[in-house]
Each structure stands twice: as C-alpha cells, then as structure tokens.
C-alpha cells in the first residue's frame, strides 16, 4: 500500500455542484493532515489542516477517519476558481510530511 | 512578510554540466526540504534539514545529487553531471518546525539538454 494514495482524477464538475476527494495513508501513527492545493505551473499552497474532529473553512470541510485512516475533503458550490489540483499530505510519524500526487478537479460553467 | 524564495527562476543547461539552486527560507524556519515535480506527477521528497540536525538524505536518487544548508537558513541544491531526466521543477519549502505548515518557495525550473 502507498505512503499516500489519492485518486488523480479529473473531477469534472459544474459550478456550484459538491464534490468530494478522499484520500487513504498506510502509516497509522500518522498525527499530522494537510490538504494543500496546486495551480497549474504554480508551487502547492496550504488549503488547510486536518483536526480529529473535523473542520470546516467556509465552502471547504475536512474530515478525518483514523480507523479506516483516510482523510476528505469536501468542497460546495464550486467555483471556477477551485479548478485546481488537490493534495493529501501526512505526516510519516516522527518524521517528514508525505504529499500524495494530487486529484484533479476541473470546474466548468 | 517575505515568503521563500528560490534561484534561479528557470535554468536551461547542457547535459554533463553542474547546476546549483538556492532557497532562501522564511526567517526564522528550522525546517527546510527539497521536493522535485516533473511533468504531471506528485512531488517527491529530496532531502530535509531540520535546525542542526544530521539532513534527512533518504529521498535524495543518486550520489550526484546533495544538498547544504549554511548557518541553519539559506540552502543550495547541487545537481551534479546532469542527465536529461533530471529535468524537473524543483520546489523548496520551510516551516516552522518539522510537523508544522510547509510553504512552498515558487520553484526553480530547470531543463537538461
């Protein structure tokens, strides 16, 4: 099983509908959980970070299921503006973070 | 306040030729890394340097690469004898400490020929 595994996708979606990525990590004393975004040709930017009990950052909610050890996110009323990649990041236990490689999601009008 | 940034933006060179690529950290981080992203695929890790710490090399693909980080705060990639697969986006990121939000620098991308 991969350190990270995330489905690459494209998402297509129109705008405005709810889409959600999950992601599965292999490590189960992993403590830490990103969800960062990618532009096209651009360096990946924190999204936001996964608490135990869940978060929510306005359209964007986060959740994470240590038993099944996958974390989601789940984005509503999709704008033109998310078409973006999305990556799954984990911590290795003590050690550095591990960014999946990404699921795509493209929204058209 | 000021985020990474790396150098070169964009370095074109000749295969066989040595190439090094510098970040500049977040003042203040203790933690750095080096990621490269070809084309179309994930990010993968290089090397870590975490305050004076021995460097986590385990992700760096040959001996040709290696890495330094001087005074605990600016960092030099050196690719040495580059190959054509080397071609990539290298990406440097630091963050406060190792567990901690990684921001990512704007890369630097490089093209062997």
């Known amino acids: 099983r991969k350190e990270v595994e995330q489905d690459p996708g494209p998402f297509n979606v129109p705008e405005g509908a709810t889409v959600a990525f999950n992601c599965t990590y292999s490590?189960?004393?992993?403590?830490?959980f990103f969800w960062y975004r990618q532009d096209c040709r651009k360096e990946p930017k924190l999204l936001m970070s996964?608490?135990?009990s869940g978060n929510e950052d306005g359209r964007f909610t986060a959740q994470l299921n240590r038993a099944s050890q996958y974390i989601s996110l789940l984005i509503r009323d999709s704008k033109l503006s998310d078409s973006a990649t999305y990556l799954c990041?984990?911590?290795?236990?003590?050690?550095?973070?591990?960014f999946g490689k990404g699921t795509m999601l493209l929204v058209s009008p | 306040g000021a985020g990474v940034s790396q150098s070169p933006s964009n370095k074109v060179t000749e295969k066989g030729k040595d190439v090094e690529l510098r970040c500049d950290p977040i003042?203040?981080?203790?933690?750095l890394y080096w990621y490269r992203q070809s084309l179309g695929q994930g990010l993968e890790f290089l090397i870590y340097?975490?305050?004076?710490?021995?460097?986590?090399k385990s992700g760096l693909p040959s001996d040709r690469f290696s890495a330094e980080r001087t005074g605990g705060s600016v960092s030099t990639l050196t690719i040495q004898r580059t190959q054509q697969e080397d071609s990539a986006v290298y990406l440097c990121?630091?963050?406060?400490?190792?567990?901690?939000?990684?921001?990512f620098g704007p890369g630097t991308r490089l093209l062997v020929l």
């Open positions: 003042s203040g981080h203790t933690a």
């Open positions: 340097f975490q305050g004076n710490s021995a460097p986590d």
């Open positions: 490590n189960s004393a992993s403590q830490s």
């Open positions: 990121a630091s963050s406060l400490n190792m567990l901690e939000t990684q921001y």
């Open positions: 996964v608490y135990s």
């Open positions: 990041v984990v911590n290795k236990g003590y050690s550095t973070l591990t």
